[in-house]
């Protein structure tokens, strides 16, 4: 029995080493977007700061373990057996859950997971135990108030961030605007103020109360700290504006500082979501064996009610797993581009659509605006708008925003989490910080009439996630830990087994997805970056050529796909054309905006003489996807129902004919790829005598139908006559994509060729 118990602490260990793994992967977001998404520093600098603010972060975490110990159920009443089971079922889901949300590249809150995990887990066990002894409340099984409290304020923390980051970050572009240098007193007080705040929630508020200090220096720095705060706010100013004479950035320091302080709050903070449970498992067991190895399901485990001292060894080995996991972690970098992104600065690639919720709310939020436009004094909004114009920012190269938002997406957020972890209160670091992050975007106008929607659902989605997180975190930790209950050893070995099986498919699945990545976004963000417009023509032409010349092979795949399929009575092949036409729409969708914001920072005399070629040869690659949609709908439901297959006769007539085509498209796709078009006349002949060809074939086939008493060749008749149809289409799209390409060459690319 011993051995049994041993076998599940010790994976209750090892779970906790992949959860610190894809925890981090979740959360590294948090203090790694602002100084990412400024570009602050270089990128291992940034991870350096954050490297360390982990590792102290780590030292001082034990206070919050209390929370997987007895924050949630009242221990006392559940008996050794019974905790373990709610150990186990806890980290097995919160591990599965993390990872798949890491994979989708959506930030979701690992104190939220934690704490439902918790409480679904609790929850279902209570209803088991009041079921088998009436004596026993709820109350008695479930701290219920401190779980409420807990819940309230990790949801209460998304307003509380979104509203302080729109208030603080609207005062903070008021005074700097967005032309930083000319601010030297300014900028001198915010350093101060910055350095002053993080030194007192981070090392009075925070380090004081860690284990590490003695207790004469945790009385000391308590009756001292308003003569602290001034010394610092004092040295800091002074040093800020010393620094400023220098021509050193005091803004950037404020971020890697914040950088430090705000992975160090997570570290205290959140370290509890990954290896609090762990350890709550580990103690049980130790004071299971201690007391004689009693029987199991007897031995009550009031000594989880004790404060957790947890071992200093164990708090190191979680930092530095962490600071390993956060440096090698790709599904991290994932997750912060999702962050950034939302909140860039200027138009990009948008990773969201639109919905019915954000186009309502961007709506009802113009009608307001309005509404303030009409009742203000004008001169008062006049200066206002005057602080807010975008025209006057500066970017590095690559940065989505700049360090007067970063500084203050850092110093608030660190501020809100650190006054959680004083309270102890699980305040959820991605909530904070992701809300903090959206505040400040909003504030700063980075959500222009062009991209608001799409920024509305992408937070509308995270925020989905969340509550999604909270639910299916409950009820699957409950269905999981009744299992186990109720299934005994067997099932806790089947649920072992399954969280590995799953978390080793997940990250092979990740790395062949990622080996697929689109080499287009390199091509995309040099467009977006580039502020030379003639390098950016350049760029786009290259990027529309590419573009055109594989959608022309994705067309000409899926046409032969639905031809063969057809003739074969292949249901499962026209069902993968059916899904690949679908996710290549999307994928067209998506990179009209990207090709359309590029063309808008392009030469203004050469984008607007090339403007119909350029959509002209877009609509001809959704066209495409439309005609072989039209092609595929009626075969597949032809094939589906199990209807007269294609005789062989029209086969046979109709292959020279899909060899043709073929040979045209495929030179069609190479010369868009390559740019050269020496071949274009020949082509638009060949595809002109193409489509007589099939007008022939397609007047003859009709005669045929007339003449024939067959009904049952009706059907199918009707199906190859729609090829024949949208064959003779397929080359029409083909010779408009064609001409489109040839277009857009630059002027002096153009004269060497004759118009056709």
Not at 354 to 360: E, I, K, P, V
Request: hydrophobic content about 50%.
């Amino acid at each position: 029995m011993e051995t049994i118990y041993i076998v599940i602490v010790a994976f209750l260990l090892i779970l906790a080493v992949f959860d610190l793994f894809v925890g981090v992967s979740n959360d590294a977001v948090n203090f790694l977007q602002s100084a990412i998404g400024a570009k602050a520093a270089r990128f291992r600098t940034v991870l350096i700061v954050a490297s360390v603010g982990v590792a102290v972060g780590a030292m001082m975490s034990a206070g919050m373990m209390d929370v997987a110990r007895h924050g949630i159920m009242h221990p006392v009443n559940y008996s050794f057996h019974e905790v373990m089971v709610v150990f186990l079922a806890v980290m097995v889901t919160d591990v599965i859950i993390l990872d798949v949300f890491n994979t989708l590249g959506l930030p979701t809150s690992t104190t939220v997971s934690l704490v439902f995990d918790l409480l679904g887990g609790t929850f279902i066990l209570a209803l088991v135990k009041m079921a088998g002894d009436p004596t026993l409340a709820l109350s008695d099984l479930l701290n219920s108030d401190k779980a409420l409290s807990v819940i309230v304020a990790i949801f209460v923390s998304v307003a509380i961030a979104f509203v302080c980051g729109v208030l603080v970050q609207w005062l903070s572009r008021i005074i700097f605007t967005f032309r930083t240098k000319n601010h030297k007193v300014a900028e001198s007080v915010f350093g101060g103020i910055s350095f002053a705040i993080l030194a007192y929630f981070v090392f009075i508020k925070g380090l004081s109360k860690s284990p590490v200090f003695a207790t004469d220096a945790k009385v000391w720095i308590d009756a001292n700290t308003t003569m602290l705060l001034g010394a610092v706010f004092a040295a800091a100013t002074l040093l800020s504006y010393l620094l400023l004479l220098m021509r050193v950035s005091v803004f950037r320091l404020v971020v890697l500082m914040g950088t430090f302080a705000l992975a160090m709050a997570f570290a205290g903070n959140d370290l509890v979501n990954f290896i609090g449970v762990p350890l709550a498992g580990l103690s049980s067991y130790q004071d299971w064996v201690s007391h004689g190895a009693g029987n199991v399901d007897t031995f009550m485990m009031g000594s989880l009610m004790e404060s957790a001292k947890s071992p200093f060894l164990y708090l190191m080995i979680a930092g530095g797993v962490m600071i390993f996991a956060m440096a090698t972690s790709k599904k991290a970098q994932n997750v912060v581009k999702t962050s950034v992104d939302l909140s860039r600065q200027d138009e990009s690639d948008e990773m969201f659509g639109t919905s019915r919720a954000a186009r309502s709310i961007v709506r009802a939020t113009q009608e307001c605006g309005q509404f303030l436009v009409r009742y203000l004094p004008k001169g008062m909004m006049q200066r206002i708008d005057s602080r807010f114009n975008k025209e006057e920012v500066v970017l590095k190269d690559g940065a989505a925003f700049d360090m007067v938002r970063a500084a203050v997406n850092l110093v608030l957020a660190s501020v809100l989490i650190v006054i959680g972890t004083n309270f102890k209160l699980p305040l959820s670091t991605t909530y904070v910080t992701f809300m903090v992050a959206m505040g400040t975007s909003l504030a700063d106008r980075a959500w222009s009439r062009e991209s608001a929607v799409f920024r509305v659902t992408g937070v509308l989605s995270v925020i989905g996630g969340w509550f999604v997180t909270a639910g299916v975190a409950f009820a699957t930790c409950a269905l999981v830990c009744l299992t186990i209950y109720f299934g005994g050893f067997i099932a806790m070995f089947a649920f072992m087994a399954l969280a590995v099986f799953l978390l080793i498919r997940s990250n092979i699945q990740y790395a062949r997805k990622a080996k697929k990545a689109s080499p287009e976004d390199a091509s995309f963000k040099l467009m977006m970056r580039s502020r030379d417009p003639e390098i950016v023509w350049d760029v786009l032409c290259k990027h529309v050529s590419r573009t055109q010349s594989g959608t022309c092979e994705f067309a000409l795949d899926q046409y032969n796909d639905i031809v063969e399929s057809f003739s074969d009575q292949n249901l499962r092949g026209l069902r993968r054309v059916h899904r690949a036409l679908n996710d290549k729409l999307d994928e067209l969708t998506k990179i009209r905006r990207r090709e359309f914001l590029a063309l808008r920072r392009s030469p203004t005399q050469i984008s607007l003489e090339r403007n119909t070629w350029f959509h002209l040869g877009f609509n001809s690659n959704q066209q495409y996807i439309y005609c072989l949609k039209r092609m595929l709908d009626p075969a597949k439901e032809h094939v589906d129902n199990n209807f007269t297959p294609l005789p062989q006769s029209y086969r046979d007539e109709f292959e020279p004919m899909r060899q043709r085509i073929n040979d045209l498209m495929k030179t069609t796709a190479q010369m868009l790829d390559t740019r050269r078009f020496d071949r274009y006349r020949e082509t638009m002949l060949e595809a002109d005598s193409c489509k007589n060809t099939l007008s022939v074939y397609r007047k003859r086939h009709i005669d045929r139908m007339q003449r024939s008493t067959n009904s049952a060749d009706y059907n199918v008749s009707l199906i190859y006559l729609n090829i024949l149809q949208e064959s003779q289409e397929l080359l029409s799209i083909m010779r408009h994509q064609l001409r489109a390409g040839k277009k857009l060459l630059k002027p002096d690319e153009e004269e060497v060729l004759v118009d056709f």
